[in-house]
């Protein structure tokens, strides 16, 4: 626009603190604020609720759990309220307005993260709707948890598919993916060793760094 060279700035991330303990538990977690779709931007928690409970169906998550955590404001009240009817009798867990600390704790336990924005639209007419970065995403990376997102905008270009984390494309994509990285420990391992390292690369130095770059170009 104002033909003038420029470089990208990637937000600085900084890891929460983990609370100590046991690591890598068979738990999946959500984290994003709870928008009501009709309001534009969301992170689509209730099309990975009914993903979950597809899996549950077919025995793939036997042993495992869903939490999903994150804010929410009056507007989206139906809408969660909905989630946490549709979640009764299965084991899924609702937290809502949680504390930064308990956010901390999850990750510290969680295996696996699910990430949906984006899904279902269209980036021509709507890209305000897909996640721009996604500091949720690289805060899980930090932790250890292995994310599994949708491969578009922001945590596509945070997420190396196949080294770090997986990228999926359409739900049923998302359930195959999912229930192959339960079933395989050694290849979660391997992929929380490579997400520590890579959420680095967003990290407060690294921003610092970068920050000099452009200064100096």
Avoid: C
Avoid at 109 to 115: D, L, N
Wanted: no cysteine; proline share 6%.
């Amino acid at each position: 626009l104002w033909q003038a060279p420029s470089g990208v700035l990637h937000p600085p991330v900084r890891p929460l603190e983990p609370e100590a303990g046991s690591t890598g538990e068979r738990l999946i977690v959500v984290l994003g604020r709870f928008f009501d779709p009709v309001y534009g931007h969301s992170k689509k928690q209730d099309a990975l609720l009914e993903t979950w409970l597809s899996l549950e169906e077919r025995g793939a998550v036997d042993g495992w759990r869903l939490v999903m955590i994150g804010g929410a404001d009056g507007r989206s009240r139906e809408y969660v309220l909905g989630l946490k009817r549709r979640a009764i009798g299965h084991r899924v867990d609702l937290r809502v307005n949680a504390p930064r600390s308990e956010v901390a704790s999850l990750l510290s336990r969680a295996s696996i993260m699910w990430h949906a924005a984006g899904l279902g639209e269209d980036p021509e007419r709507h890209p305000d709707r897909f996640e721009h970065f996604g500091i949720a995403v690289v805060e899980a990376m930090a932790a250890g948890v292995v994310p599994v997102v949708f491969g578009s905008a922001g945590p596509a270009e945070i997420v190396g598919h196949g080294r770090d984390g997986l990228h999926w494309h359409d739900l049923s994509d998302l359930a195959s993916q999912t229930a192959e990285l339960i079933a395989d420990p050694e290849r979660r391992s391997s992929m929380s060793i490579a997400a520590r390292e890579r959420a680095l690369d967003f990290g407060v130095e690294a921003f610092g760094r970068r920050v000099d770059e452009l200064l100096e170009e």
